[in-house]
């Protein structure tokens, strides 16, 4: 099963999700920004970014998905 | 004959893929048959305006981002569209959802990838080989690498977002009938497990199995589209195919 090698090298991989976080708080910012210039775009601002957010959550996604193979896998 | 059919080894996935399948079969032939059945100078209602009004989403959607090229190609994402959407909310039901089992999202993007490398070759002939060594002979060994990036991205995106979404649902799950058979302890019944779980999990539902399964099959059929379009050169339409085919 498990052991504590294999915890660590989960919270390792983690760790992959942090610069993920600060590129959707980057998208999200930019979009703000646009959206307060024109707000005549707001719609499709928002469809946009919710786009690219979910775009940059893949990579975050790949870290989580290893962290999970490495715990649940035996 | 059929007397060990039942009982072969087939994960509980494959089984929902099925019915995923027959589902969208069973609702492409009811529209079929209302859309023989309607008068066409009528206006549509009910299922067939549904049905009219997302046929015409995904030709516009193609058309945008693939061009008039590929006239079908509306067709293809549609159907790849209504299969993923429907596999991700096909969690809500209980049975397990088609894309947390890896040789399903393996398959659909692996039908992405054939689909560039033949939309390629179809359009530039012998001229496909030379994207391996492009810009100059000695990238061929990177060009061999990089040229299996879209199918893992898009496996993998799939993938890891529904089995993310899952083992989150099953952990809170988990938790939520030990805490309501430690709050309830005094029922004395097995059934004091039952009374937290519902409403946090329904939102949980809603979000990882309905709003990301959503944004999921938008994000997959946006990429399959701008990958097969990126193909296309810019310069042939249906007319110069037309002639080229008549010579």
Redo the contacts between chains.
């Keep these: 099963m498990t052991g504590s090698l294999n915890v660590l090298a989960a919270a390792i991989a983690i760790l992959g999700v942090m610069p993920s976080a600060l590129g959707e708080g980057l998208v999200c910012a930019h979009a703000l920004d646009g959206m307060s210039r024109n707000p005549e775009m707001y719609g499709k601002l928002r469809t946009s970014m ?2 690219a957010c ?2 940059v959550e ?1 990579t975050a ?2 870290s ?2 290893i962290s ?1 193979l490495i715990l ?1 896998t035996k | 004959m059929f007397e060990n059919f039942f009982k072969a080894d087939i994960p509980g996935e494959l089984i929902s893929s099925l019915i995923v399948i027959g589902i969208i079969a069973i609702l492409s032939i009811i529209v079929g048959i209302l859309a023989a059945r309607q008068n066409p100078l009528k206006k549509p209602k009910g299922l067939l305006l549904v049905a009219e009004i997302g046929v015409k989403f995904f030709d516009n959607f193609s058309r945008d981002l693939v061009g008039t090229t590929l006239p079908n190609f509306g067709g293809f994402i549609m159907g790849v569209a209504m299969y993923l959407f429907i596999s991700f909310i096909f969690g809500l039901t209980g049975l397990p959802s088609p894309v947390t089992y890896m040789a399903i999202p393996l398959s659909l993007g692996l039908t992405t990838f054939l689909l560039i490398h033949y939309t390629s070759a179809r359009f530039t002939k012998w001229a496909y080989f030379k994207r391996y060594i492009d810009p100059i002979p000695i990238f061929l060994p990177i060009n061999l690498i990089s040229m299996w990036a879209p199918l893992l ?1 898009l496996t ?2 799939l ?3 529904a ?2 979404g899952w ?1 989150l649902l099953t952990i809170v799950e988990y938790a939520l009938r030990d805490l309501s058979g430690m709050v309830f302890s005094f029922m004395q019944t097995e059934w004091n497990q039952v009374f937290l779980a519902p409403i946090p999990l329904a939102i949980l539902h809603a979000y990882f199995d309905v709003f990301s399964g959503l ?2 099959t ?2 997959f059929i ?1 990429l399959t589209s701008i990958f097969i379009g990126q193909e296309i050169p810019e310069d042939i339409d249906l007319n110069t195919l037309e002639r080229r085919k008549k010579q």
Excluded: D, E, K
């Design positions: 919710i786009l979910a775009l893949t996604i790949y989580l998905l999970i649940f | 991205s993998l995106r993938f890891g977002n089995i993310a083992a944004i999921q938008f994000v946006l």
